[in-house]
């Protein structure tokens, strides 16, 4: 594009290209490129005499200086910039420039200048609705506030940039307001709170290249830790914040750089070297000031009339406080004169309200003893006819008696009747135990040889199944927990190599036992077969190919909607396969219904897996039969990946609470580092422990494989 632009002259398309390359490098941390592409920039508006064009070209030139730490330079173009959008009314570039400016300002600790500063772009910003500088210039005095110490006001402007920014989708903002919020919270001694907002900043900044902010919050996570006193992390986020400001040019950021690692290294009680990097921060030091102090004085004397604009508002500011200060003693003499009369009023109301509850508790006091006197009364009379019902109660116990007497009488012939016949009953009774007991020994001998059986059919299905020392001669680092829920298990796993392709996989077939164990071998079996017969390495393509065999081998036949027969026609298997090219370390994933979960080896920290989701449909006959889904991920060695059924997530306690899902996730998160043998145990011994005296629900995989 740039080629055509020179060809047809289109110096319109031309500025704009260099100005787009020029925020490009800016973003990325390349500075000096981005400064040669808003001069070419600036040179083509000037020959064309778009003043507002100009006005905001000399704000990004100004910012790159600022951020080299060429400070008189910086204010230099930014002042400059300020005069052209003065003179055209240009409200837009006037709310950005008196941003830049008090940044600079800022940066010198000048934070009254930089505050004022601010109150004026914010009044042009808010004038203009200018959405993308307000959430900026709420973060902006959230840096000032922290400074001051000024922490909850700090807090408050903060959250109102991440509201806004957040509202705009603005990345680029998003992070840089978490790294002042960083920032505030070590001032406050929250280390770790510090280190989150730290690690959120970094992650965003990262993933999309914006380096030059990247750089600052390397520092800044490099300061927390030296307060922790975890000096090698310190020096590490440290070093890294010098290698990018040596390589970008960033003096300012040089000097806060080494600085820093000179206090490591004083805290590790190397002086010598502590020493080295004091020197070295010193120099940069004398190097940004001995440039900028001569020429900030011409900049001041060129700015005169912004400086006496400055001079003329704060002496209206300081009007508006002296009004705010009397408006605030009278509205204290009217607090004072409140609080007296309603103090007055209540002790008068007080006063009343003792009287009246003294005057309650004697009229309740003799009510109650009324009522105890009235209580007793009742309780004697109520004695008296209790003994006489007695009398009486006694009386016709006597008669009861004497008539139970006689019925006894009669029931002991009733009883010597019964007796013969219950000895009958007994001999009939014999008889019977002995052909319970007879039918009882031939169920066991049946279900014994059942048992065997099945037993046998384990040690088939145990075979099929690939052994971990073979699982480890492909991948190294791996394991299997594995465990039924009967004997034979309706979940296997699977792995092999070919023609440079890893391919493993997880399943999860329908029912439990012996029908799920069928299946599983039957899976096993057709696996086998696409890879060794039809060479077939592509995720998705295997599924559809086991989809197929199986349809065809269990009869499921589609009648226009629904599949015909009984529910058996639905017979099959959920599956997680993986195919990993071992030369472009591409992983293909396709799922049915079964996700896989992938812990990136990044180095920061950050134990949030990537979820990859499945096709919500079977292998097998279904209503939705479409193709599925190839995913295709870039791996490194160490990442660690997870294949895994339900069973995991789905068991009881002994409480009746389920595991879950959010529960698995999290006990990955916490061990995705260690060997596959110790996140094993650690599976295992979870597992026991959760289900305690609980019967398992369903047949439990989890294969953890790393890179």
């Not at 002995?434 to 001998?445: P, S, T």
Request: hydrophobic share 35%.
């Amino acid at each position: 594009m740039e080629e055509y632009a020179h060809e047809h002259n289109d110096l319109i398309l031309l500025s704009y290209i260099y100005s787009t390359n020029g925020a490009i490098y800016h973003i990325k941390g390349e500075l000096n490129c981005a400064l040669i592409s808003y001069q070419a920039s600036l040179q083509i508006e000037e020959q064309s005499g778009n003043s507002m064009l100009q006005a905001s070209l000399l704000n990004s030139i100004g910012t790159v200086y600022t951020d080299m730490g060429y400070f008189s330079n910086g204010l230099k173009n930014l002042y400059n910039g300020l005069k052209i959008a003065e003179q055209n009314n240009d409200r837009l570039n006037q709310s950005n420039l008196l941003y830049s400016i008090s940044q600079v300002f800022l940066i010198q600790e000048e934070f009254d200048n930089s505050q004022y500063l601010l109150n004026q772009a914010q009044g042009f910003a808010r004038n203009i609705q200018n959405t993308f500088l307000i959430p900026r210039i709420h973060k902006a005095m959230g840096d000032i506030l922290a400074q001051e110490e000024k922490y909850s006001e700090a807090t408050f402007e903060y959250q109102q940039a991440l509201k806004r920014f957040s509202s705009y989708n603005d990345s680029i903002g998003i992070a840089n307001t978490y790294s002042g919020m960083g920032s505030l919270s070590c001032l406050q001694g929250r280390y770790k709170e510090s280190l989150d907002y730290f690690h959120k900043s970094i992650g965003i900044q990262s993933r999309n290249g914006y380096q030059k902010d990247l750089m600052v919050s390397y520092y800044g996570a490099a300061k927390v830790f030296s307060c922790m006193n975890i000096l090698d992390k310190a020096l590490l986020y440290a070093s890294k914040s010098m290698e990018f400001a040596q390589q970008f040019n960033m003096l300012y950021l040089q000097y806060q750089s080494a600085d820093i690692i000179a206090n490591i290294y004083e805290q590790k009680g190397d002086y010598r070297t502590a020493l080295q990097w004091v020197n070295k921060s010193k120099k940069v030091h004398d190097s940004i000031f001995s440039i900028n102090n001569t020429r900030l004085i011409v900049q001041f004397e060129n700015s005169y009339e912004v400086e006496k604009l400055i001079q003329k508002q704060r002496v209206e500011q300081e009007k508006k406080d002296l009004l705010m200060e009397e408006q605030g003693k009278r509205n204290l003499m009217v607090r004072r004169y409140l609080i007296f009369s309603s103090l007055l009023i209540f002790l008068t109301l007080m006063a009343t309200l003792y009287g009246y509850n003294q005057k309650r508790k004697h009229s309740f006091l003799l009510q109650e003893q009324n009522e105890e006197i009235k209580t007793q009364n009742e309780e004697i009379k109520s004695q008296n006819e209790e003994i006489e019902t007695q009398r009486e109660n006694l009386f016709l116990l006597n008669e009861e008696l004497l008539q139970k007497n006689e019925v006894i009488s009669r029931n002991l012939e009733e009883i010597k009747k019964h007796r013969n016949s219950l000895a009958n009953l007994a001999w009939e009774l014999q008889e019977r135990t002995e052909i319970i007991e007879k039918q009882r020994d031939e169920l066991f001998h049946q279900k014994k040889g059942i048992t065997d059986s099945i037993i046998y059919a384990e040690r088939i299905q145990r075979a099929l199944l690939p052994p971990i020392e073979d699982i480890k001669h492909i991948f190294s680092d791996a394991f299997v927990f594995h465990r039924p829920k009967n004997i034979i298990s309706g979940d296997f796993y699977w792995v092999n190599e070919i023609r440079g392709f890893k391919l493993f996989a997880v399943a999860d077939c329908t029912g439990h036992g012996v029908p799920g164990g069928i299946m599983s071998m039957l899976g096993m079996a057709f696996l086998n077969d696409i890879l060794n017969k039809e060479y077939i390495t592509k995720s998705s393509a295997v599924l559809e190919e086991m989809r197929d065999r199986i349809i065809h081998s269990l009869r499921q036949y589609k009648n226009d909607i629904i599949v015909e027969g009984c529910s058996e026609s639905y017979d099959g298997m959920d599956m997680a396969m993986c195919a990993l090219n071992t030369k472009t370390m591409e992983l293909q994933y396709s799922g049915a219904y079964l996700p896989i979960y992938i812990f990136k080896n990044n180095g920061n920290g950050s134990p949030n897996p990537i979820v990859v989701r499945e096709d919500r449909m079977p292998v097998s006959q279904h209503i939705k039969t479409d193709p599925f889904f190839n995913h295709s991920i870039t791996v490194e060695p160490g990442d660690m990946i997870y294949l895994f059924s339900d069973g995991y997530s789905d068991q009881f306690s002994h409480d009746g609470n389920k595991f879950n899902i959010s529960r698995f996730r999290n006990l990955l998160s916490s061990i995705y580092h260690l060997e596959g043998e110790k996140q094993h145990e650690i599976l295992a011994n979870t597992f026991e422990e959760w289900k305690g005296d609980h019967f398992q629900v369903d047949d439990v995989l989890v294969m953890g494989i790393r890179i």
